[in-house]
């Protein structure tokens, strides 16, 4: 045992009967060059039982997941199946040991049909393959665990709740007793995520286990038996206790100190209009994806979009950002008018734009961070880099940026270094001052820490007068900080509602496209 | 039964220096090992082979000017293969850019007559095999940036073409490019004055200075310009170049351009350097081709293909005169620069990754 770790809350519901131990792994140690993932981690999950591996990213939980399924071989350190040990050299091995994974990025085929999807792998079906009986069986194991599915839709038509569970089910089929769902809620909408939690509770019902695996204090405490703490590749915790337990603690054990999750809407004047977007439309290979979208945008003022991912974000930013011509509408910034001008148009007015791509898009990532921050200012002909060396060591102070300095690589940089350098370029202005920032998904796949200094960066950027347009899927980030909540929904505005009095249910539901018409 | 063992390939953050520079170099020991093998198999003594080839190729005086020689075309099919490369636009026509070079350069050198002093004829005949190669490379150019048309398989087809082009012009019986007063096919003289004098009895021309300060200057232009910040965006991500307003198709319009200009140019140099005609022979001699290995060889690296080109030169050469002097058939030479490529690709492996073999570990309680 390390110094750092300790139980809490000792759960007394459990004590009464134990259920046997299914899974176990002791003295878990993997190291990557640089880096020791799992350092002496011992974990366990009980018949029956949903056990979460608690952790930001890089605290080794998606690596001990990898070693409890087959996908990575431990340094050091063994497994026991029901008191057994056993060497998992595969994740076939891993599931002929009853051991699945559910993988956070789908591994289904979109043309082939939900049978099709559920029985690529199996080894002993035979030759030619009995379509009929198949889909008996695969929709009888999905019956059995309360997740109706068509066993002939085809998977690239099916909503991302529904390709999940066809995930789900295949690692049933396969006679998987323990499930490690990676992050499984990082994708659903909240009626989707009560609908996963639902299917949870049935399999644990029917007496498999449940390695749950999350960054989200709210839904780890709500669906957890037990939740196991890690931080830097090693146990800091044990919390057992179904509903009992306190996020501050868990948040505490996982970051290592207190930290303020919740930003606050900080008190500001809104100002003049920075962004006016008239009546937009656009259409991508003859599908329609943004339909009659207009919304304005203040000085001051932060705008949210919060919408299942692929309802049209993404290109919204794009299209406003220059990088994508609409079919019909305008966009004016500051004044501007930028529709169809280009992205060095629209940035010369005021743009500044942080998108959800960031290493690949909005970051080279063989290029360093002084080339970084020259992608979207104005290079000489023969680019100059010796006058931009001042401002980058100033910024990467500023900014706190763990670099060795400006002419650190941009894909060495961690997911939040990697942020910030993008925050720091687009925050300090490049063709012109910095009027109307959009950003997207600013905070996705970040650690505790660095989501609260990326949230305290937009809202100083809010402060200081910009205009921002704030897309996420995250909806506890648009609703806790956005001044106003649009919410997107194929392609359309659906719902319109100021941030301070936003009602969660609301606009989950204009999410999953049940508010008909949009209502203010 | 499994082997108890697994090799395990670790990726490496960055490759080590030290690794950089050692992986060409055993690339290429290993590759003489390789070599080695064929020739004691075949009963040739594989010691006194590489001794006589290194001393043909490098270490006499003929040997070095011939390999210089050499390395002045190749330098400049190898700027032209890396300098697409770099920004992963396989331009693998390189051999037919350098066919039209020929010809392009031939066609000046032979019509703007015998009045222009060889001061402006020699850079014209130059100006126009780089026009010439640059044409050839245009069809490819223009669908590559405007459909994404795979300018692998069109830049390698065009070759074919050029070839048959390089046959046409000779062999036909009345063919502008055909020298009129032998019945012989051969090409036709350029003006004296579109001829560059070889430095003393070797066979080396000044044009060597003009493929390695090209090299140096293309370098240059990447690491410093604007022009080659573009290409290093696009190489590494388009979506970013997207992102920053870079105009992608016209920044892989100009590069495959220059590619195919900068083969043709080596097509001239032939023209102002050695041969003073259209040699048909040179459809045999895969100058063009070679440029590839050349550039794999510099890791696409410009300026280090000044290096990597006049290895292979003395190869080459090494490897011709071994066949006069001993009976060592010239095939040991050509089989070598496979080799090369292929263990400097394989190479590439150990730089990327750490690779070991472990021992799978019995379970122990």
């Keep these: ?183 499984p809620t990082a994708v659903l909408v909240p009626a989707e995520v009560e609908k996963l939690f639902d299917n949870v509770h049935s399999m644990t019902k029917a007496g498999k286990s449940i390695v749950f695996i999350s960054h989200k204090l709210g839904e780890v405490v709500e669906i957890s038996d037990r939740v196991t703490v890690l931080r830097n590749g090693r146990v800091t915790g044990h919390v057992s206790g179904k509903g009992t337990t306190d996020t501050r603690e868990l948040a505490r054990l996982m970051v290592g100190r207190d930290i303020e999750l919740n930003a606050q809407r900080a008190t500001h004047p809104i100002g003049h209009e920075v962004l006016q977007i008239r009546n937009l439309s656009l259409s991508i290979n003859e599908v329609e994806v943004l339909s009659d979208v207009s919304f304005n945008i203040h000085a001051g003022e932060m705008v949210g979009i919060a919408g299942v991912a692929g309802n049209g974000q993404r290109e919204l930013a794009d299209t406003i950002a220059g990088l994508i011509s609409p079919a019909s509408g305008s966009i004016t910034i500051s004044g501007a008018m930028t529709t169809d001008r280009g992205p060095i148009q629209a940035r010369e007015v005021g743009l500044a734009y942080v998108p959800e791509d960031r290493l690949g898009m909005g970051l080279v990532p063989s290029m360093s961070i002084l080339d970084n921050l020259l992608l979207t200012r104005d290079r000489k002909v023969i680019v100059d880099r010796t006058s931009i060396r001042p401002e980058a060591s100033r910024l990467i102070d500023q900014f706190e940026i763990k670099a060795n300095g400006p002419d650190h690589l941009a894909r060495k940089l961690s997911g939040g270094n990697a942020q910030k350098v993008l925050l720091a370029r687009e925050l ?87 508010l008909e018409n949009g209502g203010v | 039964m499994r082997l108890p063992i697994r090799v395990v390939f670790d990726q490496r953050g960055e490759a080590p220096k030290r690794l950089t520079a050692l992986v060409p170099i055993v690339s290429v020991l290993a590759a003489l090992f390789f070599g080695a093998i064929f020739l ?74 015998d009045h222009l002093p060889s001061l402006i004829m020699v850079p014209l005949v130059l100006i126009f095999g780089a026009l010439a190669g640059a044409l050839w490379i245009f069809v490819p150019a223009f669908v590559r940036s405007r459909l994404g048309t795979s300018e692998i398989v069109s830049t390698l087809l065009l070759t074919y073409v050029a070839s048959s082009l390089i046959d046409y012009v000779i062999y036909t ?76 198709k016209r920044t892989t319009m100009s590069v495959m351009l220059i590619s195919g200009a900068l083969a043709g140019l080596g097509g001239a140099m032939l023209i102002v350097g050695p041969y003073g005609k259209i040699e048909p022979s040179i459809v045999n001699l895969g100058y063009g081709y070679a440029g590839i290995v050349i550039a794999a060889l510099a890791r696409n690296n410009l300026a280090a293909i000044v290096v990597s080109g006049i290895l292979f030169a003395g190869l080459r050469v090494g490897g011709e005169k071994l066949q006069i002097s001993t009976d060592t058939p010239i095939h040991i ?12 690709l394989g190479g590439e492996a150990f730089r990327r990754y750490k690779i070991r073999v472990v021992l799978v570990r019995a379970v122990t309680t």
């Excluded at chain 1, 049978?115 to 059995?144: H, M, P, Y």
């Excluded at chain 1, 506890?476 to 936003?502: F, K, N, Q």
């Excluded at chain 2, 560059?196 to 021309?205: A, C, H, I, K, V």
């Design chain 1, 428 to 514: 300090s202005g490049g063709r012109s001052a910095t009027k109307l920032l959009v950003v997207c998904s600013p905070t996705r796949g970040l650690d505790v820490g660095a989501i609260e200094t990326v949230r305290s960066l937009l809202n100083d950027a809010r402060s200081a007068g910009q205009a921002i347009l704030l897309i996420s899927e995250d909806l506890d980030e648009v609703m806790s900080l956005a001044d106003r909540i649009l919410v997107l929904y194929r392609g359309a505005v659906v719902h319109e509602t100021p941030g301070a009095t936003a009602s969660l249910s609301t606009v989950g539901a204009a999410m999953a496209g049940l």
């Design chain 1, 1 to 183: 045992m390390n110094d750092t770790s300790h139980e809490v809350a000792q759960g007394s519901h459990h004590l009464g009967g134990v259920a046997p131990t299914a899974l176990s792994a002791h003295n878990i140690v993997k190291r990557f060059p640089g880096v020791l993932a799992n350092d002496n981690v011992d974990f366990d999950v009980r018949a029956g039982e949903v056990h979460t591996l608690l952790g930001e990213n890089g605290a080794g939980k998606s690596t001990l997941a990898a070693i409890l399924c087959g996908l990575y071989q431990p340094d050091s350190g063994y497994l026991l199946r029901n008191g057994k040990p056993m060497h998992l050299s595969s994740p076939r091995a891993g599931l002929q040991h009853g051991i699945a994974m559910v993988h956070q990025h789908f591994r289904l085929v979109d043309r082939f049909t939900v049978s099709e999807n559920v029985i690529l792998g199996s080894r002993d079906l035979g030759f030619r393959l009995n379509r009929k009986e198949i889909n008996e069986q695969v929709a009888a194991v999905a019956e059995s665990f309360g997740l109706p599915i068509d066993p002939n839709a085809v998977v690239g038509e099916l909503s991302v709740g529904q390709r999940q569970r066809v995930e789900i089910v295949k690692a049933l089929y396969q006679g998987a007793e323990i499930l490690l769902l990676d992050e």
């Design chain 2, 333 to 344: 030479g050509v089989m070598l620069q496979g080799a090369i490529l292929l263990f400097a």
């Design chain 2, 173 to 248: 019986p009345d063919s502008f490019f055909r020298n009129p007063n032998t019945s012989f096919p051969q090409g036709r003289l350029v003006s004296a004055s579109a001829k560059l004098q070889s430095f003393g009895d070797t066979r080396l021309y000044p044009t060597i200075f003009v493929a390695i300060v090209l090299a140096v200057v293309l370098y240059w232009v990447v690491k410093r310009t604007e022009f080659g910040y573009r290409i290093n965006v696009i190489a590494d991500s388009p979506k970013a170049a997207h992102y920053a307003g870079i105009n992608a």
């Design chain 2, 40 to 113: 004691l198999a075949t009963g040739y003594s594989p010691i006194d082979t590489y001794t006589n080839m290194f001393s043909d190729g490098f270490a006499s005086s003929r040997g070095v000017t011939d390999t210089l020689a050499l390395s002045t075309v190749l330098i400049c099919t190898g700027i032209a293969a890396a300098f697409a490369f770099q920004m992963n636009i396989y331009n693998i026509g390189g051999e037919g850019q350098l066919y039209l070079g020929m010809i392009g350069g031939a066609w000046a050198g032979i019509t703007l007559g």
